[in-house]
């Protein structure tokens, strides 16, 4: 089916665009009331996520209420880990928490790679809904996180400042750590290639720990894995969003894929000459939408001036804060698409 | 008195240096089990932090034990905004907890610029009773956190991997952030000359949450505050470690200080071009000590290649995990003492 809006598709392969496309990373979330109240319906994180027919509908309420260029599949990075066979559980306040972790061969080796037919049915069913609902209205971005943000949390079992139990293994056990990257890594590709086969118009790799790596660790552990995804993938356009990887920008150039994710740390126009041949998407800083209407348009209309309004899909440079106004994301995104034309 | 060791002065006002000197951020902690001794003797961190006798014993720890080339005051960034008037709990395996946080222009008129004397007469004590323990062997550092870290946890009230609550003040209510922002800078100026007066033989201003702002913000809300202690002090060396602050590399090159610090995410040779008019100090992940013996020697002797044995001061990028084995940190020292000369 034909999109109406393809806005971010022609943006994200370089083409030209009449004006900036934006949405915004955890668009569907909680700072909507109208997902909070399907998320209550749901009972739990977990469960509104294994839902397909409530993750679609939280997944276009950003599209009708916040008019947003894309919607995002609704789901969570890590379902990936409990569809190879480690479950988590997401603790109120304290985030996923995985029962059992990665430590030894033989952890691994009781991993599956996962099928997503199988394994992930439920968003692959969630994205059928979503496809069938949003009529072409615009695009649905499929995602996963990076193998090295996924290998993070399977081995270190929850969030962390540090994840210096997941690091451990990279300095002590490299070639064990290596095992399970490739492990997820094959995992995800299934996963994404599936996306694509469901719906997704375009897929986004989060690695959303990068900044925690060495430059030359950065190199040995999460780039090359995130390469083989992009390699494998041809069907759609590919965005690869690596927080805090302000070292790898000139890698990510090298990277087969479409678009690069900047945070707010990233200078733009420095960004611009490390990376010139993609498409660039961000970069602004959550914070700003706490700030009065004045100050998000300011901000915003400064953003996309340093970015230009080709090869550009305007974003946050990290998810939206739980806390945030509604009205002051519909200032955000009023102020690209009148600014930008 | 003359110092018998004073490898880490020499170095840091440029001077030429026999080999190179080492210590490491949180030298004094739970690392070794004769610090964890002392810490159960004194029943809480904060009960410890403020017993000047036990403080000074666990300063002095790591230079017999581990044979740093300098003390560092056993203390806690959080003494300030405590001796300001905003008193914090230790919290375990929470980290700091503000009961009270400062909201409004109220909350910060209530606030004090504190008196080091009478407000942290408990830190200069303890200086006091290291400089005589030590008795001239190696230099005692004295710190204290950048004001804009300090600002974070009294408007956060806690530890965050966002602060968004804190950030929320910059853009919110930007004239009041500068007005808590400059009370903190005048408290910390006048505790940070009060330690030179003691005996402190360099000071370090841990800028821990620098990574957090764009560098816009950054420019706005901490350089400018780091900028006026720099100016103020004229007794000591000053170094400034603005963790994830990779953007700001440059402007630390025009700061009035002569060590900047850098962390495992900074590339070492492009950070040597971008600040060429300092001695450098860092920068080995920390998670390099839960590698092999062999492992930590060839990344250590890499980390001096690329820095060079002149301007330079080996540390880790970051504090060192609570779970190291003293034994590899000895491996770490002998190494930069050893290869370094």
Known sequence: MKLQNDLLLRAAKGEHVERVPVWMMRQAGRILPEYREVRAQAGSFIALATTPALAAEVTIQPVDILKTDAAIIF???????????????????????????????????????????????????????????????????????????????????????????????????????????????????????AQTRHGADLLQIFDSWAGILSPEQYRKFSLPYIAQICNAIDEVPVTVFAKGAFFARKDMAKLNCNVVGLDWNMDIKESRKMIPNKTLQGNLDPCVLYGSFKDIEKETKKMIKAFGTQRYIANLGHGVYPDTDPEKVKCFFETVKTYSV
Request: with cysteine.
């Open 75 to 193: 789901s969570d990075i890590l379902v990936v880990p409990e569809a190879m066979g480690l479950p988590y559980e997401m603790v109120e306040a304290k985030g996923p928490i995985f029962p059992k972790v990665i430590q030894s061969k033989k952890d691994i080796d009781l991993l599956k790679v996962s099928d997503p037919e199988t394994d992930l049915g439920y968003v692959l069913e969630a994205i059928d809904i979503v496809k069938k609902e949003l009529n072409g209205r615009v695009p649905l971005i499929g995602f996963a996180g990076a193998p090295f943000t996924i290998f993070c949390y399977m081995v270190e079992g929850r969030g962390s400042k540090t994840f210096s139990t997941a690091k451990k293994m990279l300095y002590s056990q490299p070639k064990l750590a290596h095992l399970l990257l490739q492990k997820i890594t094959d995992s995800t590709i299934y996963y994404l290639k």
